[in-house]
């Protein structure tokens, strides 16, 4: 598969249950992510629904099927935060370095540039030593697509039996003026969607 043969739109609750088929083996066999228990759908589907609420969560196609995901959250409440976000991204297990991540998190940075949002920060599980749960991939998947380490948290997550590191990595996408405008909702820039 060619990042050429992928679309890329905005997810939705109804996706929820298409979209646990690629994170639940994350959940259940990885430490990618510290959850412990695959959501259900319906617990997905409100977590995609109220990330729509201000950012975007999007899905990429290939041939009627979703092959990966990612949205964006606010980094942290308070008002001065307005314009850092979260992100992240997961693919499907069979569709891993054919370009979907990096066509989706393209799309995200797009879609978060029309919003004004100015920071994407990651947050992302580190091992010390990689083992059959963790690798460093997620951490220089984040390097190549510009991101740079920004901190790091030691054996702050145990899973498996095993603790891991946490690295936080920071990508600016835009000038920091002293009086920034407003980021707008995910919904006023949806038409510009990602390309």
Known sequence: MAP????????????????????????????????????????FAGRIARTLERYPYLAAEAEGRIMGYAYAGPFKERAAYDWAVETTVYVREEA??????RTLYAALERCLAAQGVLNLNACVACPEREDEYLTRDSVDFHRRMGYRLAGEFRQCGCKFGRWYNMVW????????????PPVKPFSEVLRLGPA
């Open 4 to 43: 050429g043969d992928l679309t890329v739109r905005a997810a939705a609750p109804e996706d929820a249950a298409a979209l646990l088929e690629i994170y639940a083996p994350y959940v259940e066999k990885t430490a990618i992510t510290f959850e412990y228990a695959v959501p259900s759908p319906e617990e």
């Open 96 to 101: 891993k370095r054919q370009g979907v991540g």
């Open 169 to 180: 990595m920071e990508k600016h996408i835009g000038l920091h003026p002293a009086d920034p």
